[in-house]
């Protein structure tokens, strides 16, 4: 940095600088920049702290409300960013982070994001994002055709129609399956005779008109918590969400779901949607989807996949028969930043039908005019960057097959994992995979004999304490920072259906190997001797 | 790229490489990037088309709607964007595109956008961001201190409390106007006795428990059309939107505002919330925020300020009180993507009561469990980027007193700006900058003459003429590419109130020059002389 640039903002004229100076190539971002291009594994590693703060030491860091009233030299608070925030955030690249959906990113994607930022395209608008308009109604179209397989035809006459769109680009799975709800609830209360329809009047004149007593949303009682949110915005509530209970692998029991649908029809509630689950966040299962399409369509009601984690499924032959039916759905909501790996920020929707949208068109007098083809008209944000273009450079560069290899490969590592986990009498597998995601939990063989063969009450006692054992190992392996499994609570038909904690495993990062899976087990098997309160305690309930 | 490269994917191992080989330096990705680091400015004008394309020819090049099965090398792939893409992005950092909110950036911010999509962080939950949440938390502090300027101890009580949130982090200003009226519906209609709350039980339940026939949301004229988006996904139907006239300085007019207040207390209609406008979105004007705070005092109802575009004014000491009376807000947006020169994706609302989100509050088993600092349990969205990151390193970098030297310099270019025209005989200014946005037209000083002294039927005739040769103007101004302005409709008191198209100017980049405004006369007094059916009609018919 030179003198002139250590006495900016002093006047105007050097405030220009930051947006017409770029970092020379040897400042310290510019270098940090270099490093990060060539080895961002390597450079995170550098960066990362061995030992874990405590949160409550890291927000010491991040306690200041004032705005800054002098300005900080750019280097300078990069060396800040390193030190406070790089070194204190979470290695989701890495292979030994196995707890989450966030994963790592092929290195094609880091220089691609800096060339959307550059750009710095708005799609709300083709005023101020041009050839991204029909770039994101692409990738919508490929994403469509992924899940409905619809003829060129049909693509050739909707993908770039003005009044009509496949499907949105959303921030998020949340957005994705709060917009495809807005859309069904809209469509279901449509104007009528005199009535101008719940995106005029509200729901409570809706209601009125249509006679009935509510509505309901059907999902598993494994569904995505952004269905109660959505719910709740929505203005239905929470409780209209009925929680259908699941079969022995987490797939949604039809005949429960088939016998709720008769029951809500005799209370005057009409069902909003039946929601499939493709993925399911904590076990990874798939509905049967081809049996609630049937559902739905007896019932005449909306039908909803939330495939925001498993969608990506469909890119793999082999694999994709496990969301048969899926293609029977009226929306599906699929998100790129998770098994597309496309960064945080890319969740799509689409629709079956390319009119569903109609119910939720907006327009501006500066903007989203009517005819117009803004993508803005037909989504629930407005000001949006273009992510579509990380998208769409993910599906070229590596393929269908290419996704087909990722995905396979995910399978078979925990379809691996799940029998190295069997073979270890001191664990247990709670949950098997049916996609790249299962739980299991740390049982020393006696105990789990003992689980067998005791009473009821002795029974929830030891899971109690395994509960316990449990939270301590996964705290305490995050707090070690060489791996990271997250943990959940599930209901274990076996133990009287009880909510069990258990450790919670998704293997989507390629460089996951089985050596870092058996490493990851054997930290396990350490930090449960570790416990010198919890395991005795087990043991000595066991004998 | 080596050969070996040129054989990936037809194995998994080669696969893995696009996740840990970097792009080489001189590869053709490293060097665009290389380009892009050193002059993002040149690097677009060298790729920008001279020519404009025409939406429906660029859409033949995203017309394939089949996901590629053939995989394309990086290389490539790279060309192809940079030619297809690229070159028909809008140059929305030029510092002649001055028609919409989306402007050009620091230069730091590209090598640290690079280093967030890195990192990969989601903020939903600490397990996945660590130290991304209190430098969120600390953001959502600074910029409510901004607005409400509370004690250091307020922010020591409440900027990282669990259970407590000063806002939201958004992707943009929809979600933070939605989330803002969401959890004032909330509030509004709460449990109470047997009714569990809307939240739970949904709108229409809520109603029939409070007895009241509906809500409305109360706002000028110049309101955002998110606020009726917003109307419609809550549940309050886009009609509940009461819109209350505008004076002439496009400011609600608040005798009136009061006037529709008490009207709709008689007919027993619970005021959800008063919206001030502070910068509207067409004209740029503030509304007379603490008469509207007294106003929903009086009628103890929310009260919610957008200021989405005009909130960073309140960095400028010499600006700041423009919006005197923001800080009886109950709630206001603002977005960092605006004038706080922040990439698209960064929205903001926070809200002045730091329990006012428990209404909004949810809960999963794998994450946000209760008592946790997740940001997820407050938030519309789920997975988030690490956003927030930038605007603390733009806060940093540039400092209040470099906002503050953009904000007012961008509100004298306005000031300047609306005396040229001014000057120019055969332009009019329509509103007056009060902000740095105005609206003007083209209109020949003959016709401007002859608008004053005509009937109102020779008038509406007239200004008919004058709106088709704005437009033209503005398409074909667009079209040749050396400049753009946009254009808006807005209702002008010496027209008889009726909708006029004007053209509309946002001058908040730093590096649009004096001389840049002139040519953008020039060029517009050019193409009104081309447009050879409505300039000479309007002339004939003005003598």
């Not at 809500?264 to 069902?271: E, S």
């Not at 190992?473 to 009287?496: A, H, L, M, P």
Request: with cysteine; net charge neutral; charged share 20%.
């Amino acid at each position: 940095m030179t003198v002139s640039k250590r006495t900016a903002f002093a006047t105007e004229e050097s405030l220009h600088r930051i947006f017409t100076i770029p970092e020379a190539p040897d400042s310290t971002l510019g270098r940090i920049e270099q490093e990060i291009s060539q080895n961002l594994a390597g450079f995170l590693g550098e960066h990362i702290a061995a030992q874990e703060q405590a949160l409550s030491e890291i927000e010491k860091d991040f306690s200041c409300s004032a705005i800054p009233e002098q300005p900080t030299f750019v280097s300078d608070h990069m060396h800040h960013l390193l030190d406070k925030v790089v070194s204190q955030s979470v290695h989701t690249s890495s292979p030994s982070f196995i707890g989450h959906m966030t994963s790592a990113l092929p290195y094609f994607i880091l220089p691609l994001s800096k060339l959307m930022v550059g750009l710095n395209q708005n799609l709300v608008k083709i005023e101020t994002s041009k050839a991204f308009t029909p770039l994101e109604r692409q990738v919508v179209g490929m994403l469509h055709r992924l899940v409905y397989q619809q003829k060129d035809v049909f693509y050739q006459e909707w993908m770039h129609s003005a009044n009509h769109s496949l499907g949105a680009f959303c921030s998020g799975g949340t957005v994705a399956n709060l917009t495809a709800l807005w859309v069904a609830r809209n469509n279901l209360l449509k104007a009528d005779g005199e009535f101008k329809g719940v995106a005029r009047e509200g729901l409570y004149k809706a209601l009125k008109h249509y006679k009935c007593e509510g509505l309901a949303i059907l999902v598993s009682a494994r569904g995505h918590y952004s269905l109660k949110k959505s719910a709740d915005i929505l203005g239905l509530g929470q409780d209209s969400v009925i929680s259908i209970p699941t079969d022995n692998n987490n797939k949604i029991d039809s005949q429960k779901l088939r016998a709720k649908c008769e029951e809500l029809a005799k209370q005057n509630i009409r069902i909003l949607s039946i929601v499939g689950v493709a993925g399911t966040t904590e076990t990874g299962n798939i509905d049967p989807l081809n049996e609630m399409a049937d559902i739905a369509q007896a019932f005449q009601c909306h039908f909803h996949v939330d495939a925001a984690w498993g969608g990506a499924t469909l890119l793999s032959n082999k694999y994709r028969p496990l969301l048969a039916g899926i293609e029977r759905a009226d929306s599906v909501t699929i998100d790129a930043h998770k098994q597309m790996y496309v960064p945080m920020g890319a969740g799509l929707v689409v629709f079956k039908n390319p009119s569903s949208v109609a119910a939720i068109e907006h327009h501006a007098e500066y903007i989203l005019r009517k005819g117009s083809k803004d993508l803005g008209s037909h989504t629930l944000e407005g000001s949006r960057p273009g992510m579509a273009m990380l998208v769409y450079a993910s599906l070229h560069v590596i393929s269908r097959p290419g996704y087909e290899l990722l995905i396979n490969q995910s399978i078979d590592k925990a379809k691996y994992f799940a029998e190295l986990i069997n073979q270890q009498a001191d664990f247990e597998l709670v949950t098997e995979p049916e996609l790249c995601l299962l739980t299991y939990r740390y049982n020393p063989k006696i105990v789990q004999y003992y689980l067998g063969h005791c009473s009821n009450e002795e029974q929830l006692e030891l899971n109690n304490l395994l509960d316990k054992l449990t939270k301590f190992i996964q705290k305490r392996q995050r707090e070690n920072g060489r791996s990271f499994v997250s943990r959940t609570r599930i209901e274990v038909e076996k133990y009287q259906n009880k909510k069990t904690l258990v450790f919670r495993v998704v293997l989507a990062n390629p460089l996951t190997s089985k050596s870092i899976l058996a490493d990851i087990l054997s930290e396990q098997l350490e930090l449960a001797q570790e416990s010198h309160t919890f395991l005795p305690e087990l043991l000595s309930k066991s004998t």
